[in-house]
């Protein structure tokens, strides 16, 4: 029922921005948490930025003051906006949802961001 796409990705130089976006289509319950998680090359998935359908924000310590991550509540959307970027913050990311009263979790397939002069 429900797909996450994720739009945005790309090319950038360091020190440039880009704009992330994932949309929860098909979803007809409440949406309880979006997460936005990155993995590089031979590391672990790891969060960049959560966000709750009630408002409540995480950033990772290193990504605080950099990315701003919102939600459109009635689009089913969440934006992950990305800027001073790094070479450091190449890598896939990835839109997670949690989602209605049984806690369904659904994933996005990605969108590739590389940072390099």
């Known amino acids: 029922q429900v797909q996450l796409v994720e739009?945005?990705?790309g090319?950038?130089?360091p020190g440039g921005s880009l704009r992330l976006s994932?949309?929860?289509s098909g979803a007809t319950q409440r949406i309880n948490v979006m997460v936005w998680y990155r993995q590089a090359p031979g590391s672990y998935r790891e969060v960049v930025a959560r966000i709750t359908g009630g408002g409540?924000?995480?950033?990772?310590?290193?990504?605080?003051?950099?990315?701003t991550?919102?939600?459109?509540?009635a689009k089913n959307t969440v934006d992950l906006q990305m800027n001073n970027l790094r070479p450091e913050d190449t890598a896939i990311y990835y839109c997670y949802a949690d989602i209605g009263a049984e806690r369904a979790d659904y994933w996005g397939s990605g969108t590739q961001v590389t940072v390099s002069s």
Do not use: T
Not at 56 to 67: H, L, Q, T, V
Not at 69 to 73: G, P, V
């Open 56 to 67: 409540s924000i995480f950033y990772a310590d290193p990504e605080k003051g950099r990315f």
């Open 22 to 24: 994932c949309a929860a």
């Open 7 to 9: 739009s945005g990705g």
């Open 11 to 13: 090319l950038v130089q």
């Open 69 to 73: 991550i919102s939600m459109d509540n």
